[in-house]
């Protein structure tokens, strides 16, 4: 077996699609969701994508060229709306991790909905090579993917989950009225 082959088929690779594939199905449904719901799974499933992500066993570019995108624009902008709308006013957090801060006099505001669209972005395009089941791109989709994780979304997901927590905790009781759902709903309907 050729040894991106063990790569692509690791174990710990299998197990970052699987979670990669049902946090893209996940914001798909998003529409549909009441913002409580919403936000519960969001705070189970982005801790477990991060998990996933920082499993993936080393691996190096085969190709030369970039494997496919697949999200365009408008896919983007359709997942970055259908969660900003369910998230409503709880969508904005104050971004604190960001370099220019430090050289900054007013907080720098972030929207969750456009973290969770950039993630979903890359993830999407990576679980999309990998369907078309050629090796050397999923490979290669593999190592950009990874690479985007520790350059880019992996602290973009660690900033929202800090935003969802707040939305969560720290709501007042006319929040929760909002939010659509008690505490008491089966919480197997999540995923």
Not at 14 to 21: D, I, M, R
Not at 32 to 54: C, E, M, Q
Request: charged share 30%; glycine share 4%.
């Amino acid at each position: 077996m050729e040894k991106y082959s063990q790569v692509i088929f690791d174990k710990n690779t299998v197990e970052f699609v699987t979670v990669a594939a049902e946090y893209c199905g996940f914001l798909e449904r998003t529409r549909d969701a009441k913002r409580g719901i919403f936000v519960d799974t969001a705070l189970k499933i982005l801790p477990l994508l991060y998990l996933k992500a920082s499993m993936i066993p080393p691996c190096e570019r085969i190709g030369e060229f970039d494997p496919e995108a697949f999200v365009t624009e408008e896919d983007y902008e359709l997942i970055r709306m259908a969660v900003a709308e369910v998230l409503g006013s709880k969508d904005d957090y104050l971004e604190v991790f960001l370099p220019d801060m430090a050289y900054s006099d007013t907080p720098i505001k972030k929207c969750i909905s456009e973290d969770l669209a950039d993630i979903y972005q890359d993830l999407k395009d990576f679980i999309s090579v990998f369907q078309l089941g050629l090796n050397e791109t999923m490979n290669d989709s593999l190592v950009i993917c990874k690479e985007h994780f520790e350059e880019f979304w992996g602290q973009r997901l660690v900033n929202t989950m800090r935003a969802l927590h707040d939305v969560k905790y720290n709501s007042t009781e006319e929040d929760v009225m909002d939010e659509g759902y008690s505490e008491m709903e089966d919480e197997n309907r999540l995923l």
